[in-house]
């Protein structure tokens, strides 16, 4: 049980570490507003993180007797899937910060309120598919988190939901100092490699014996 509830939060971690979009659009808010704004807008992003991972678990439990069979090769197939998406981190890092350029930050009009802010920022995160792409393959890489009842999936979707919400609130209450470091075109390099290197852990992993 506890393995699973570490791989909820080494795999919450992959997939919320690398600063984009979303992070400087949660610094701006706690900058602007108030840290209770930018924490609603963080609780967010782990809100829709979570969901993302527990209907890749479900999923997962569903299909694990369908896919036995062959789930040797599948677990091949997510461990390409895994290292494909931490080469396309990797390479997105690079390019950003080979030409220099932030990603656009939006002006996050109208995100006030916590209320506000949380619903915004829950609708945006849910808009990457790159993010249940990411958990439905590391969910078919993981056998044993699909096949082990309700308990090891809650627990791994709580270490995905607790990783991303640590993260992100790191973000909101960085304020100025800590934002600018982290947003900056060395923060968003080690960021990237750090991010790309546990996504292509996880891969590895999904390749190991049980």
Request: aromatic share 6%; no cysteine.
């Amino acid at each position: 049980m506890t393995g699973a509830f570490l791989a909820g939060l080494v795999a919450g971690y992959g997939v919320a570490i690398p600063v984009g979009a979303i992070a400087i659009l949660i610094l701006g808010l706690s900058a602007r507003t108030s840290f209770r704004v930018g924490a609603a807008a963080a609780l967010a992003v782990a809100t829709a993180d979570g969901l993302y991972a527990a209907v890749a678990v479900l999923g997962g439990a569903g299909l694990a007797d369908v896919i036995a069979p062959v789930a040797g090769p599948l677990r091949v197939v997510a461990a390409v899937v895994l290292l494909g998406l931490a080469g396309h981190g990797l390479w997105r890092t690079w390019s950003t910060h080979r030409s220099r350029r932030p990603p656009a930050e939006r002006a996050g009009r109208g995100m006030g309120t916590p209320g506000r802010a949380y619903a915004a920022l829950l609708g945006l995160t849910l808009l990457n598919p790159m993010t249940v792409l990411y958990f439905a393959a590391l969910v078919l890489g993981r056998r044993d988190t699909a096949e082990s009842g309700v308990v090891p999936m809650a627990l791994f979707v709580a270490g995905v939901f607790l990783a991303s919400a640590s993260w992100q609130l790191v973000i909101a209450s960085g304020g100025t100092v800590v934002g600018r470091a982290l947003t900056g075109p060395r923060g968003r390099l080690v960021t990237g490699l750090v991010s790309s290197a546990l996504i292509a852990a996880l891969a590895v992993a999904a390749l190991l014996p049980d």
